[in-house]
């Protein structure tokens, strides 16, 4: 079955830089997206970035465009979401997600299947 997990997550200090990766598994598609959403403690999920293992477009929130950086290895599906410039408000759990409609959105709606998330904290 799909499977999706996410990894690199933990504790760092403020302006410092994290990547997290995610590896899907358990389909064949080649023609999808792959998004990152993040969710801090009594807050609503929020998409950060998502790209098309299509044609490699991508999508950020207007919230993290210049510090995050997503990209692909379609060869080992994997998407990896480089975060720069951490800031104490960037700390929630932060999930990937699956869409095979491939609709380039950020909405958690449109997306099929979700990792378990893990948790990234900026703390001095």
């Known amino acids: 079955q799909v499977k999706l997990v996410e990894s690199g997550g933990g504790l760092v200090r403020p302006g410092e830089s994290l990547r997290l990766s995610c590896t899907a598994s358990?389909?064949?598609?080649?023609?999808?997206?792959i998004g990152w959403f993040r969710q801090a403690p009594g807050k609503e999920r929020e998409g950060v970035s998502c790209?098309?293992?299509?044609?490699?477009?991508?999508l950020y929130a207007n919230s993290v465009k210049g510090r995050f950086t997503i990209s692909k290895d379609s060869a080992k599906r994997t998407v990896d979401l480089e975060i720069d410039s951490l800031k104490p408000e960037d700390t929630a759990v932060y999930y990937c997600?699956?869409?095979?409609?491939?609709?380039?959105?950020?909405?958690?709606?449109?997306?099929?299947?979700w990792g378990q998330g893990t948790q990234v904290t900026v703390s001095s």
């Open positions: 358990g389909f064949t598609r080649d023609r999808y997206v």
């Open positions: 997600a699956l869409d095979l409609d491939q609709a380039l959105v950020l909405g958690s709606y449109e997306y099929d299947y």
């Open positions: 790209i098309s293992n299509t044609d490699g477009r991508t």
